[in-house]
C-alpha cells in the first residue's frame, strides 16, 4: 500500500543520545545506531515525533538532567533544519510537513523534575514541552506510579494524584500541554478522568486484557480514555505485548501488535489508537526493526483487515485530533 504518514507520541532517543554523549560517543540525531534517526524517520514515513525528556528520579534530583536533554534537542534541531522542525501546535505539524520537513515536539517523561514546583512546569512550557506525563517508576511530589513488578497489585487506595499532581493537572490544561497517563497508577488514572474535562493520552500503553503488566490500560480506562477523546499510543517492547505478563524478554511479533490494535480498537473504537513506539527506551529485537520499517506495520494491518482510513487513523489522524483540540 502507499506510505501512511506517521506520528509517534513517545521515544526516548534524547536521552539515549545524552547518555552515548557521556560515554564519549559522539552519535547525534540525524543518523546514528538506534531506533531513531532522521534518515530512519524518513524511511519509515514518520510526519512528526514526540521526543521525550526523560528522567531517573531514583538517581536523585533530575532538573539539570532534564534541561541538558532539553539543551541537547535544541542542538540537534538547529543542526538539522533543514530536515526536522520543532512543534508546537498542530498546525505547524501540518506547515513543516507541507514544506517536506518532519516536526519534532517536545514532552516530559517523569514530571518529578519539577521538584512538584509548578513555576518549573511553565518554564518546561516556555521550552517548548506540549505533553508531560506524571511519573516514571518512582513516587515523586506529583503522584504515585504503577509497580516495577509487573504483576504486581497497584498501589492501595488513594494513591494516585497527590494535591500537587492536580495543581499541576489543572495548569497543563490552562496553558494547554496534553496530559499523559503512561506510568501513572490506576488510581492517579481515574483521579486524572476526574479531575480534566479536555483529552488527554497514554502515551505508551497497551490493553492489559491481552497482556497483564500492570504498565498496561484496563478495558474500563480504555473506555474512560475513549470517552473523554484521548488516545493510547500502542507500545512496542516486548514486555508490554507479553501474554504472559512480561516474564521474558522476547522479540516484538508484528503479530501482537496487530492485536492490540485490534483489541483496544474493539473496546474503546478506532479512534482511541494511535502509536506510542517507545523506541531507544526498549532493549527487545523488533520484527519490524527500528523506526525506518514503520510501513510494514502498516501493510501488515492491511493484511489483517484494516481498512486506508483505519490505518491513517492509527497511525496519524486520531494523535493529531488530540492535538488539534489542546495544542491548537
Known amino acids: 500500500m502507499e506510505a501512511v504518514r506517521a506520528v509517534d507520541m513517545h521515544c526516548d532517543t534524547i536521552s539515549m543520545l545524552r547518555l552515548l554523549r557521556q560515554m564519549g560517543k559522539k552519535e547525534g540525531l540525524r543518523k546514528n545506531q538506534r531506533h531513531i534517526d532522521l534518515e530512519k524517520l524518513k524511511a519509515g514515513g514518520y510526519m512528526a515525533q514526540t521526543f521525550a525528556i526523560f528522567t531517573d528520579m531514583e538517581k536523585g534530583d533530575q532538573l539539570e538532567a532534564g534541561l541538558e536533554q532539553a539543551d541537547l534537542f535544541y542542538r540537534e534541531m538547529e543542526k538539522n533544519q533543514d530536515l526536522i522542525r520543532l512543534a508546537v501546535t498542530a498546525s505547524q505539524i501540518e506547515e513543516n510537513w507541507a514544506q517536506g520537513k518532519l516536526s519534532a515536539l517536545l514532552s516530559i517523561e517523569g514530571a518529578g523534575l519539577c521538584r512538584g514546583n509548578i513555576r518549573l512546569l511553565r518554564t518546561f512550557y516556555r521550552l517548548g514541552v506540549r505533553m508531560v506525563s506524571f511519573t516514571w517508576n518512582h513516587e515523586n511530589e506529583l ?124 473496546v474503546g473504537g478506532m479512534d482511541c489508537v494511535g502509536l506510542g513506539t517507545d523506541f531507544d527506551g526498549i532493549d527487545c529485537q523488533l520484527e519490524l526493526g527500528d523506526s525506518s520499517g514503520l510501513q510494514r506495520l502498516a501493510d501488515e494491518m492491511e493484511k489483517a483487515g484494516f481498512s486506508q482510513s483505519e490505518i491513517e487513523g492509527v497511525f496519524y489522524k486520531n494523535v493529531m485530533r488530540v492535538f488539534r483540540e489542546i495544542l491548537g
Do not use: C
Not at 490500560?217 to 504472559?244: H, K, P, Q, W
Open 143 to 266: 503522584a504515585f506510579p504503577q509497580p516495577s513488578d509487573p504483576l504486581a497489585a497497584g498501589p492501595a487506595g488513594g494513591r494516585g494524584l497527590k494535591e500537587a499532581g492536580i495543581a499541576f493537572l489543572d495548569e497543563m490544561e490552562r496553558l494547554g500541554m496534553v496530559a499523559d497517563v503512561s506510568h501513572l497508577s490506576d488510581d492517579g488514572f481515574w483521579d486524572v478522568v476526574r479531575h480534566t474535562s479536555r483529552p488527554f493520552v497514554a502515551s505508551h500503553s497497551n490493553a492489559r486484557a491481552l497482556a497483564p503488566h500492570m504498565r498496561n490500560l484496563t478495558d474500563d480506562m480504555i473506555r474512560a480514555l475513549a470517552e473523554r477523546g484521548g488516545v493510547t499510543g500502542i507500545n512496542f517492547y516486548s514486555r508490554f505485548l507479553d501474554r504472559d505478563g512480561g516474564k521474558e524478554l522476547t522479540v516484538t511479533k508484528t503479530e501482537e501488535l496487530i492485536a492490540q490494535i485490534r483489541h483496544i480498537a474493539n
